[in-house]
């Protein structure tokens, strides 16, 4: 939760409650999403005594689909202006969406004025011929009805929702990063967000329906530990290097009661899942990136990227540069400064821009209000009946 203007952002309350009610980004029991968003909302509130009333928020599911397209028109008075650049971006924004999606971004690849491309601002040029390249950013329809529900349901009202990755970029990734290319690896509980930045521009994404949830369950099923045992082991001993023994014997929690389980059984269960989810990553970037190989590598976020070992094994398997990405700049406060907030942070700072340049985000949002207008009736029958 944050104060935010055009020039500064003021942390107030900082919240984090068990996930409830959803499996692989996907709300699958609204009462119980409802309420964990209403837990975590409650607790920021008593933290900064301020009552929150709207929210921005992500989505990362396995139905998000990114569809290029073009347009192209004439160049009304010779030099490029605003509208032409609206007109462009609407033509090429005229592309057939089935009826169980939504747009939720519309991106620019770059501008092209008499054959010239790579252009990142036409306008005041001087032209015939104004065309884009698109990239266009769709989302389940019923995905997000529930997600604005959810909220509605909790107290909240939705101002937008975002792409996840988009967010956690903005959070972490350097301009040098976007310009010369990199990976944003977002790793969540459910899923595993992927985008693919060139040139200062977002090219594309993919999600993968497995996410550190999955080390969590492993651990808990071979170890007969309750699940919020696993994740506090798994958090407090991550994997050992290759070749390391680790001789420390730890007394875990068991469903039968205490049990003594060995470091190296930890790091072994912890390093095989982490594999075989780096290995679907490894498939998931050489399918964005065909030949093209970004020259700064890869930037992971999200709990697991902080997991002891896990950098050292993901530089191993992609065989790529490898940092792992935290919320920066100059309003970021310690707590902040951690992976794991990539996603809530990034969405502050659209907000922001949002605020400091409306014009800037409009090609970003797609048009939810249609489905804000269905929900908050609907929403207003459910609590009326």
């Given at each position: 939760?944050?104060?935010?203007?055009?020039?500064?952002?003021?942390?107030?309350?900082?919240s984090?409650?068990?996930?409830?009610?959803?499996?692989?980004?996907?709300?699958?029991?609204?009462e119980?999403?409802s309420?964990?968003?209403?837990?975590?909302?409650?607790?920021?509130?008593?933290?900064?005594?301020?009552?929150i009333?709207?929210?921005y928020?992500?989505?990362?599911?396995?139905?998000?689909?990114?569809?290029?397209?073009?347009?192209?028109?004439?160049?009304?008075?010779?030099?490029?202006?605003?509208?032409?650049?609206?007109?462009?971006?609407?033509?090429?924004?005229?592309?057939?969406?089935?009826?169980?999606?939504?747009?939720?971004?519309?991106?620019?690849?770059?501008?092209?004025?008499?054959?010239?491309?790579q252009?990142?601002?036409?306008?005041?040029?001087?032209?015939?011929?104004?065309?884009?390249?698109?990239?266009?950013?769709?989302?389940?329809?019923?995905?997000?009805?529930?997600?604005?529900?959810c909220?509605?349901?909790?107290?909240?009202?939705?101002?937008?929702?975002?792409?996840e990755?988009?967010?956690?970029?903005?959070?972490?990734?350097?301009?040098?990063?976007?310009?010369?290319?990199?990976?944003?690896?977002?790793?969540?509980?459910?899923t595993?967000?992927?985008?693919?930045?060139?040139?200062?521009?977002?090219?594309?994404?993919?999600i993968?329906?497995?996410?550190?949830?999955?080390?969590?369950?492993?651990?808990?099923?071979c170890?007969?530990?309750?699940?919020?045992?696993?994740?506090?082991?798994?958090?407090?001993?991550?994997?050992?290097?290759?070749?390391?023994?680790?001789?420390?014997?730890?007394?875990?929690?068991?469903?039968?009661?205490?049990?003594?389980?060995?470091?190296?059984?930890?790091?072994?269960?912890?390093?095989?899942?982490?594999?075989?989810?780096?290995?679907?990553?490894?498939?998931?970037?050489?399918?964005?990136?065909?030949?093209?190989?970004?020259?700064?590598?890869?930037?992971?976020?999200?709990?697991?990227?902080?997991l002891?070992?896990?950098?050292?094994?993901?530089?191993?398997?992609?065989?790529?540069?490898?940092?792992?990405?935290?919320?920066?700049?100059?309003?970021?406060?310690?707590?902040?400064?951690?992976?794991?907030?990539?996603?809530?942070?990034?969405?502050?700072?659209?907000?922001q821009?949002?605020?400091?340049?409306?014009?800037?985000?409009?090609?970003?949002?797609?048009?939810?209000?249609?489905?804000?207008?269905?929900?908050?009736?609907?929403?207003?029958?459910?609590?009326?009946?």
């Amino acid at each position: 939760m944050a104060e935010v203007n055009a020039d500064s952002i003021n942390f107030r309350g900082i919240s984090m409650t068990q996930s409830r009610g959803v499996r692989k980004g996907m709300i699958i029991d609204m009462e119980s999403a409802s309420r964990a968003i209403r837990a975590s909302l409650n607790a920021a509130q008593k933290l900064s005594n301020v009552e929150i009333k709207e929210v921005y928020a992500g989505i990362a599911d396995n139905h998000i689909k990114c569809t290029t397209n073009t347009g192209a028109v004439g160049i009304a008075r010779g030099t490029v202006r605003q509208r032409d650049i609206d007109w462009v971006m609407e033509t090429a924004s005229s592309v057939y969406i089935p009826l169980n999606k939504e747009v939720m971004h519309i991106i620019p690849l770059e501008y092209i004025v008499d054959g010239e491309g790579q252009i990142n601002n036409p306008l005041g040029m001087r032209g015939v011929r104004l065309e884009t390249n698109v990239q266009i950013v769709t989302g389940s329809t019923n995905s997000l009805h529930n997600l604005i529900r959810c909220c509605e349901m909790a107290g909240v009202s939705v101002i937008d929702i975002v792409l996840e990755p988009l967010v956690s970029a903005m959070a972490t990734l350097r301009d040098d990063e976007k310009e010369c290319g990199c990976i944003l690896v977002d790793i969540g509980g459910g899923t595993t967000d992927i985008a693919l930045f060139r040139d200062s521009r977002f090219i594309s994404t993919a999600i993968l329906d497995l996410g550190g949830n999955q080390i969590t369950n492993d651990i808990s099923v071979c170890l007969a530990i309750p699940v919020q045992e696993a994740e506090r082991i798994q958090k407090a001993y991550g994997m050992r290097s290759s070749g390391e023994y680790d001789p420390e014997e730890i007394t875990v929690t068991a469903i039968s009661g205490e049990k003594i389980i060995s470091a190296n059984l930890i790091s072994d269960i912890i390093k095989s899942r982490s594999e075989e989810l780096l290995n679907l990553i490894k498939s998931e970037i050489a399918r964005l990136c065909g030949n093209y190989t970004p020259s700064f590598g890869v930037v992971f976020t999200g709990g697991v990227a902080q997991l002891k070992g896990f950098e050292m094994l993901a530089h191993s398997i992609l065989n790529m540069p490898v940092r792992v990405g935290i919320p920066e700049g100059r309003d970021m406060i310690d707590m902040v400064r951690n992976p794991i907030y990539a996603t809530a942070v990034g969405l502050i700072l659209y907000a922001q821009k949002s605020m400091d340049d409306p014009s800037s985000m409009e090609l970003l949002a797609g048009d939810l209000s249609h489905i804000r207008k269905w929900i908050k009736g609907l929403v207003g029958k459910l609590f009326s009946a």
